[in-house]
């Protein structure tokens, strides 16, 4: 088997046709033998035996014939008729000479024709026995006739007659011994047709053999392995990878069952794989899609704490606003007092002075306690982005160090200024508990000066500007406030957008995993790994 297991296709067919073309060449070189031998027999037989024996047979009529024209003119001349002149026997013996030349031209080409070797032996006597009885008794017969002596062809008569005899058996041996040699060789052929008969019937039942070995050969080592090779196809369609095709010599088959063990390995290796970054695409993907989630909630919150915000802001303005108009129409009333609050300037002076301070510290205090409310806007800003990144950065919000620190930033900033506004707070007394004791002095003349409120315009022509002021602000910052709520929209629908793309990444792992989970694996078949597969993990696919 390991010979048939290594042969080549190639080699295998290669095999069968010289097999054939061997039993070929013998069938046909036994039929041309066969036809060869039959070809020369025949040859021999209408060539040699026939011929000879036609130009024997030949040579005995004619010259039988001419004896017998001579013992006619024997008769003539012994019964002397008148009738037969001298011109009747020469050309009676014309005739007969004749005769006696086609004779001896028939034995001539009898002794022509080519001969067998073996029939050397008779044809010497039949050679010996015709030119004695020509020449020794025949035409002397002949000459003596036609010169009209009788008796010397009495005298021959006799001895010509033993000589015929012994060259008509000399012949007749001949005949019978072209017969014999026919015979021998029809038997002869007979031999060489019934081996040929045997040896075309023997490399017929080899060709049945060799057919039924080729027809063996071709079923165990292509029909059955290919059909092996088509269930084993079946086996993999099913998603069984478990199972390998066993080695099968270095042929074409065992090239290919080679082959095809590799694309199962190979094909293993994707599964494998692919199982393998699935579940963690999976994983990847359920992560995702539970940060977008809550990041979605969280800027969902900032977006409706701004919305609030705003409307406060807004608000705000509104009451700026009628300030604004209040401190306008108290301007008006102020100037129609201003002329009864001259009488009281000088007792007032150091008050004013006073309070001048007080309006500038005020004013300070105004200032810084703008300043603290901007800080801590942008403080809430910056902590609220703070927290977003970093819910969605997780372990790499690093990143946000440098929102931390303007955050300490600005607290520190805002400490400094509530400081600020503690000493002005305390200064502010101090200025106050003088300008108290001033008005006290000025006991009667503050009740004018309250009256009038001359120097109460400017102090309200200074809060109608700070108003003014502080309403632009304010509508700055809600400038601001309405851009960053529409930011934040803007970014709540791209965090609503990328949790939808992570719940649709999530259901194609998920589609992924049910797809590669039909195939068995050698490890879930309680099989060991092939050795292209003995360093990898196993699968590991997340619960469902």
Request: hydrophobic letters at 40%; proline letters at 2%; zero cysteines.
């Amino acid at each position: 088997m390991q010979f048939w297991d290594n042969l080549t296709m190639r080699m295998s067919w290669t095999l069968v046709l010289l097999a054939f073309l061997t039993l070929l060449l013998v069938l046909s070189g036994t039929g041309l033998y066969a036809v060869d031998q039959s070809r020369q027999s025949i040859e021999q037989l209408t060539q040699v035996n026939v011929n000879q024996q036609a130009a024997l047979n030949r040579t005995n009529s004619t010259l039988q014939s001419a004896r017998l024209d001579m013992a006619h003119l024997y008769e003539e001349l012994i019964e002397q008729d008148t009738s037969f002149s001298t011109a009747d026997r020469q050309q009676e013996a014309g005739g007969l000479s004749a005769q006696l030349g086609d004779a001896e031209s028939a034995f001539q080409s009898f002794l022509d024709l080519p001969a067998n070797p073996e029939h050397a032996s008779l044809i010497a006597p039949i050679k010996t026995s015709f030119e004695a009885l020509l020449t020794t008794h025949v035409q002397p017969q002949a000459t003596a006739l036609y010169q009209g002596n009788t008796s010397v062809y009495q005298g021959e008569r006799d001895a010509a007659q033993r000589a015929y005899d012994g060259f008509y058996q000399d012949a007749i041996g001949f005949f019978h011994t072209i017969e014999e040699q026919g015979n021998t060789r029809l038997e002869n052929f007979d031999t060489v047709i019934y081996y040929a008969t045997a040896i075309i019937i023997a490399v017929f039942i080899i060709a049945i053999a060799l057919s039924v070995l080729v027809y063996w050969g071709v079923g165990a080592n292509l029909i059955r392995p290919i059909k092996r090779v088509i269930q084993h196809f079946e086996i993999m369609a099913k998603g069984d990878l478990s199972q390998h095709m066993a080695n099968r010599g270095n042929n074409e088959i065992g090239q290919l069952l080679m082959a095809l063990n590799h694309m199962q390995d190979s094909l293993l290796n994707t599964v494998t794989t692919v199982r393998t970054s699935g579940g963690e695409v999976y994983a990847s993907a359920s992560d995702i899609a539970r940060g977008n989630q809550e990041l979605s909630a969280r800027t969902e919150r900032q977006s409706a704490s701004l919305t609030q915000t705003a409307s406060s802001i807004e608000e705000m303005t509104s009451t700026m606003e009628r300030s604004s108009d209040n401190a306008s129409q108290a301007h008006r009333v102020a100037e129609e007092a201003a002329g009864k609050a001259e009488q009281g300037s000088q007792v007032v002076h150091s008050v004013v002075e006073r309070m001048q301070e007080i309006r500038q510290s005020s004013q300070q205090i105004t200032d810084i306690i703008a300043l603290i409310d901007s800080i801590a806007f942008q403080t809430n800003i910056l902590a609220l982005n703070a927290s977003v990144e970093a819910a969605r950065a997780g372990e790499q919000g690093r990143g946000f160090a440098v929102v931390a620190n303007e955050v300490r930033q600005l607290a520190t900033r805002s400490a400094t200024a509530a400081t600020d506004i503690r000493k002005l707070i305390d200064t502010s007394v101090g200025q106050v508990e003088a300008g108290a004791r001033q008005a006290d002095l000025a006991g009667e003349t503050m009740t004018e000066i309250i009256a009038s409120v001359r120097h109460v315009t400017t102090l309200m022509d200074e809060i109608d500007v700070a108003t003014r002021e502080q309403r632009s602000g304010i509508q700055e910052i809600n400038t601001a406030v309405n851009d960053m709520e529409q930011t934040t929209q803007q970014n709540a629908a791209m965090v609503q957008q990328a949790s939808a793309a992570a719940l649709q990444l999530q259901d194609e792992a998920d589609r992924l995993n049910q797809v590669v989970a039909r195939f068995t694996l050698p490890r879930e078949a309680g099989e060991s790994l092939p050795a292209s597969h003995a360093t990898q993990p196993a699968p590991a696919l997340p619960a469902f």
